[in-house]
């Protein structure tokens, strides 16, 4: 069974940056095939794929996103980290991982995509 943890602050402060961590167990994050996600719920909004990491390392953002978006791994603590760039109170919401197939990178956010999920962690920006 694999499981998926996100942590990270639950407040960061408008301008400054959102840094989250997920860490994976019952799986490998350089298992092949499989792409690691973050995804992102606003309040009252749906869901949005923010960017993924491939079992290979290659790294996909969504174009929105991409000028402050870096999503990066530590494969020896089975780890990836999410960290968003100047944060505004638009970028409150809650923020999950989850292990999806290749065809996440489409950007296209479909939960069959997925199988499994983080619990999600409520981020707000706010001064």
């Known amino acids: 069974q694999v499981q998926l943890q996100e942590s990270g602050p639950g407040l960061v402060k408008p301008s400054q940056t959102l840094s989250l961590t997920c860490t994976v167990s019952?799986?490998?994050?350089?298992?092949?095939?499989?792409?690691w996600s973050w995804i992102r719920q606003p309040p009252g909004k749906g869901l949005e794929w923010m960017g993924a990491i491939a079992w290979s390392g290659s790294i996909y953002y969504r174009p929105s996103l991409k000028s402050r978006t870096s999503i990066s791994r530590d494969a020896s603590k089975n780890q990836f980290t999410l960290h968003l760039n100047s944060v505004t109170p638009e970028d409150t919401a809650v923020y999950y991982c989850?292990?999806?197939?290749?065809?996440?990178?489409?950007?296209?956010?479909?939960?069959?995509?997925?199988?499994?999920w983080g619990q999600g962690i409520q981020v707000t920006v706010s001064s």
């Open positions: 019952g799986g490998s994050i350089t298992t092949r095939r499989y792409y």
């Open positions: 989850a292990r999806g197939s290749e065809a996440v990178v489409a950007g296209i956010f479909d939960s069959s995509q997925y199988d499994y």
